[in-house]
T-cell receptor
């Protein structure tokens, strides 16, 4: 069965430091992958999506992610964290069923001043 | 343009009661999906509707049902509420029925359901 694994339920970085949030997928078919952000008491907002056109995907708010088939990974990065990046981040996949998203368990990003 | 709107934003129900949650998709979007997000977990797929027809169903009991109206708005109904049904219920809309794998789903702010 298709699944998405996010390593680390909490990640804490200092303001200005590199942000790295990890996502690994398990799919029998080439997946379409997404990163969503959720701010407190809000819904999900799309940060970026992988669609096989390019392995390095740039998203909003300075985030980017690299698709590595050999590692079955789609890690999210941002060179310099800002206080406003504090939120919960979800990796999601569409693989064998196109009508639904399979979400990871989420990673809460904490940004220290 | 208005995004996906959900109502109510919060509600409290007693075990055994019934609840109806409502969702209005983005104008022009014909697909509506429902997800349940339990505290500390990622969203879990419940239903997808396209053009008033159910296109997909997740692993949820028959107490959960939904429908889509001619204006593409949708309702999620849950009968015989259990404490474990307490969660954030998210509605998402998209323009296609799911044939395009990279289509973005736009999410509403959710309805926070508490069952006591």
């Amino acid at each position: 069965a298709q699944s998405v694994t996010q390593l680390g339920s909490h990640v804490s970085v200092s303001e200005g430091a590199l942000v790295l949030l990890r996502c690994n997928y398990s799919s029998s078919v080439p997946p379409y992958l997404f990163w969503y952000v959720q701010y407190p008491n809000q819904g999900l907002q799309l940060l970026l999506k992988y669609t096989s056109a390019a392995t390095l995907v740039k998203g909003i708010n300075g985030f980017e992610a690299e698709f590595k088939k050999s590692e079955t990974s789609f890690h999210l990065t941002k060179p310099s964290a800002h206080m406003s990046d504090a939120a919960e981040y979800f990796c999601a996949s569409r693989g064998d069923s196109s009508y639904k998203l399979i979400f990871g368990s989420g990673t809460r990003l904490l940004v220290r001043p | 343009d208005a995004g996906v709107t959900q109502s109510p934003t919060h509600l409290i129900k007693t075990r055994g009661q019934h609840v109806t949650l409502r969702c209005s998709p983005i104008s022009g979007h014909k697909s509506v999906s429902w997800y349940q997000q339990v505290l500390g977990q990622g969203p879990q797929f419940i239903f997808q509707y396209y053009e008033k027809e159910e296109r997909g169903r997740g692993n949820f009991p028959d107490r959960f049902s939904a429908r889509q109206f001619p204006n593409y708005s949708s309702e999620l109904n849950v009968n015989a509420l259990l404490l474990g049904d307490s969660a954030l219920y998210l509605c998402a809309s998209s323009w296609d029925r799911g044939e395009y794998m990279n289509t973005e789903a736009f999410f509403g702010q959710g309805t926070r359901l508490t069952v006591v």
